[in-house]
């Protein structure tokens, strides 16, 4: 190895290993995403399970629902994407092939009736796990004779509780934290719609140029169809083959238990100064298992994510003379305590 090289490596590995002694680490968003695939992938297949223990994993990631499927998101009027309240607020988005990818990989856990044994997984579903996604939302938003691959009795069957919760706030932070408002979060819930044509969800700005879209997507990128119901009326005026459903089902649907996933969960003043007081992170998710009723939880991996989320300052969480763990702790299960869900 030439000796420039070494010495490159060595001021790398030394870069390295100066973030993890801060106990943190700057990563990508594919390399967070990355990270997050490979422990809960390990937790599930490799961790050794006893009978009396069922795993559970708990996440939150603090970015409004449009966000959620078009996570690239450019806003009109200086707002920011969390605010985002009218289609016309937006100027141009397009869906994150590696937030595709997260997603399409969350799912397939939640929807595959997942068994453990010998650190291996077996799907009871009939065909290719890897079209679980699809499964699902045909199964719940489409008839029989369109849905996909997963058949009918593997929802509700997995042996592992996966919750999936969205925080939002109904006051004005007094910190620098980016949670997006309640309300906001409500009306796009409750306003905006998905379309979806030919089972398709992904769309180029070529499929859409006939309808006199209000907002763009991005050059060789792909969207979700996000509409109000001035553009959906529109749309169906000129193609009839649309089927709209609205934001808040059709998200939920992407998972098989849609009472383990809470798209506007708000924060108490409390919560939040519990979060903003310890800085506890804005995105984190959580590990443990539930054994004879008690709950345990073991690890997080924990980041700070700028609304941009160019990048995430990630840490590992764990410990009991780690007050950040314990607080996060504390939280989850008084959440989870509160409004039992399994």
């Not at 997942?114 to 719940?140: P, V, W, Y």
């Not at 938003?141 to 996909?148: I, K």
């Not at 506890?280 to 009723?293: A, K, Q, S």
């Amino acid at each position: 190895m030439p000796n420039f090289v070494h010495k490159t490596l060595t001021k790398a590995i030394s870069l390295i290993e100066e973030n993890f002694a801060n106990k943190c680490i700057y990563l990508s968003f594919p390399q967070y995403v990355s990270l997050v695939q490979y422990t809960i992938d390990n937790y599930l297949t490799q961790h050794k399970w006893k009978k009396n223990r069922k795993p559970i994993i708990f996440t939150a990631l603090c970015i409004t629902p449009l966000q959620w499927f078009n996570f690239r998101i450019t806003p009109l009027n200086h707002k920011k994407a969390v605010e985002i309240a009218n289609i016309e607020d937006i100027d141009e988005m397009y869906a994150d092939k590696h937030w595709i990818d997260y997603h399409h990989f969350l799912i397939r856990h939640t929807c595959s009736k997942l068994q453990f044994h010998s650190n291996r997984i077996e799907c009871s579903a009939k065909k290719d796990i890897t079209h679980c996604h699809k499964g699902i939302l045909h199964r719940m938003l489409f008839p029989v004779e369109r849905r996909g691959y997963c058949h009918d009795e593997i929802q509700d069957q997995t042996n592992f509780d996966f919750f999936r919760y969205l925080f939002t706030i109904n006051f004005p932070p007094r910190e620098k934290i980016h949670f997006p408002n309640e309300i906001v979060v409500r009306n796009q819930l409750l306003k905006f719609s998905i379309g979806v044509l030919n089972d398709g969800f992904l769309f180029k700005q070529s499929d859409l140029a006939a309808y006199t879209m209000p907002y763009t997507i991005s050059r060789d990128k792909a969207a979700y169809l996000i509409a109000d119901e001035r553009l959906k009326q529109h749309i169906l005026s000129l193609n009839k083959d649309w089927q709209f459903f609205p934001l808040a089902d059709f998200l939920k649907n992407l998972y098989q238990n849609p009472l383990n996933v809470k798209l506007n969960y708000s924060l108490t003043l409390d919560q939040y100064n519990l979060i903003a007081r310890n800085r506890l992170p804005e995105d984190f998710i959580i590990f443990g298992y539930t054994e004879n009723g008690n709950r345990s939880w073991e690890f997080a991996i924990a980041s700070d994510v700028a609304n941009e989320k160019e990048f995430s300052k990630v840490t590992l969480q764990f410990g009991d003379d780690n007050a950040t763990f314990n607080n996060l702790c504390r939280l989850v299960n008084g959440i989870l305590n509160e409004h039992p869900t399994s």
